[in-house]
Structure formats: C-alpha cells, structure tokens
Nanobody, 123 residues
C-alpha cells in the first residue's frame, strides 16, 4: 500500500521558519503532482502549494514569497520550506500526492494523503 509520511512540524515563534518533509513509500510506478494542504481549527482544508513532476509550482496567495515547495523525484519526497511564519499559518499540514502504484493487489492511480503534522506559530 502506498503511504505518505510527514515530518517537521512543531511550535515556532512568529517570524520564524520551519521545514516540512513528506516521503512516499510502497510499490510506486509514478508520482504526478505533489502538494501541501492545511486545515486550521474551524476552517476548511485549503491548498498551500503544489508541484508537478516537472517542477512547476503554484502557491496560495497567502503564502507566496514566504513558502517554497520542492521535490526529489528519486527519493519520492516533497518538502515545504516555510519562512516568516505568522499566527495565521497555524494549522495541521497534510502532504498530498497523485500516485500510480499498487493498492491491494491492483495497479491504479490514487490521490494519497499523509496523516498530517501540526504547525503552531506563537505570536
């Protein structure tokens, strides 16, 4: 089964930085778009950043210029460098990937999610 595992969340002061990482594991043939979403308390989950297999990126307006998404196709990882963090960035961050892999014996494409990692920015 394909899995995504995040790491790197934690508590940081306003203005500080954090780096999130996510690694995909399992029987994987291709990974298409990879991205990060977040969900703050009482709010809907929102897209933060996405990166294609070719390296094209898109960001939410609220994080442009502060966050940078990157990926290592050989290692099957995606990272999110977050700078100039503020209280509005406090949320659970989820890794997401469109993965062609083996799931319960069959090969198919699936939208995979990690378990989430908490990011808390204190003001």
């Amino acid at each position: 089964q394909v899995q995504l595992v995040e790491s790197g969340g934690g508590l940081v002061q306003s203005g500080g930085s954090l780096r999130l990482s996510c690694a995909a594991s399992g029987i994987i043939f291709s990974i298409y778009n990879m991205g990060w979403h977040r969900q703050a308390p009482g709010k809907q989950r929102e897209l933060v950043a996405v990166i294609s297999s070719g390296g094209n990126t898109n960001y939410a307006d609220s994080v442009k210029g502060r966050f940078t998404i990157s990926r290592d196709n050989a290692k099957k990882t995606v990272s999110l460098q977050m700078n100039s963090l503020n209280a509005e960035d406090t949320a659970v961050y989820y890794c997401n990937a469109d993965v062609l892999g083996r799931y319960s014996g069959s090969v198919r494409r699936n939208d995979c999610w990690g378990q989430g990692t908490q990011v808390t920015v204190s003001s």
